[in-house]
């Protein structure tokens, strides 16, 4: 199996809550599609989950009358609750993530000392993506490119022409990710971007999110090229040593993000809620002084 060369088609819904994009990838009207990187909203303030944002990803589906065969995942994200068991539910299709998640179950099991009985396997997803793994979308062909570096075990999809880089880098303006979280890495990112921007000038990014300066309005499309010339952190001619010290220097100036405590909690169980406790309610935790 080779990587299609059949241009997708892209619809992306952005979430202001969570400044995350998700997407639908297919070929037209009726045709297979894949979802990638779904939002559950969450309220901090009440612990209350909603699926208004899902809900415009059923909508779409629907409308155009597509096949869901995958629901995916580009890391356990640690800004926003997956919405993947709700959208699987409403439309089928295989939940999925990198391999390397089980990196992450080991490390936030600790953290949080979650039950005995919760799993480091993977095995809460319905597939775990090897690197450079390929896979059908009806007629599309994806592929899995393994970039960690934000996180141990983040990946991006490609499927022809389009990749989606999940949370290596952002739009030129903005940069790339953080590599403060635990089993993140600087040098691991830097890298991983190369590896993105050595595909073809013309390749078409999406980004998981958008945080704009605030003279510019949402935007989370760019290619290859843009970013090699305007990335503000890994343009060419920026070095290993220079964006190790840069990451390094702003990652310190950082707050963690609002949602990471709830967020990486429900998705290292892909998008499930903890076991219900004795009166048929679902707590998640609070580790004082652990990030």
Not at 6 to 16: A, E, N, R, S
Not at 24 to 47: E, F
Not at 207 to 234: G, L
Request: proline share 5%; hydrophobic share 40%.
């Amino acid at each position: 199996m080779t990587t299609s060369s059949l241009k997708p088609v892209v619809h992306g819904i952005f979430d202001k809550a969570t400044w995350t994009i998700t997407y639908i990838v297919h070929q037209g009207k009726g045709t297979a599609c894949a979802i990638i990187d779904s939002v559950l909203d969450y309220d901090p303030k009440s612990g209350r989950t909603t699926t208004t944002s899902a809900a415009k990803v059923v909508d779409y589906v629907k409308e155009h009358q597509l096949k869901v065969e995958w629901i995916l995942e580009t890391h356990a994200h640690a800004d926003h609750v997956s919405a993947a068991p709700f959208l699987k539910k409403q439309l089928g299709g295989k939940m999925a993530i990198g391999d390397h998640i089980t990196q992450v179950q080991k490390v936030f099991k600790g953290i949080f000392n979650l039950e005995s009985t919760f799993k480091q396997d993977g095995s809460q997803f319905d597939h775990l993506l090897a690197s450079d793994e390929e896979f059908k979308v009806g007629e599309l062909v994806g592929k899995v490119l393994f970039v960690p570096g934000h996180t141990p075990a983040c990946v991006a999809y490609q499927f022809g022409d389009a990749v989606f880089v999940g949370d290596t880098m952002f739009m030129p303006d903005v940069g790339t990710a953080r590599c403060d979280f635990p089993g993140a890495d600087a040098c691991a990112l830097y890298a991983s971007t190369r590896k993105i921007l050595s595909l073809p000038a013309e390749t078409r990014l999406f980004m998981c999110h958008d945080y704009p300066p605030t003279d510019r309005v949402i935007a989370f499309e760019t290619t290859v090229a843009e970013q090699r010339a305007k990335n503000i952190h890994v343009h060419d001619g920026i070095t290993e040593a220079q964006f190790v010290e840069m990451r390094t220097k702003r990652d310190a100036t950082l707050e963690m993000p609002v949602l990471i405590l709830p967020a990486v909690q429900i998705n290292i169980r892909a998008g499930e809620l903890p076991p219900q406790e004795a009166n048929g309610i679902s707590y998640l935790k609070i580790p004082l002084n652990a990030l």
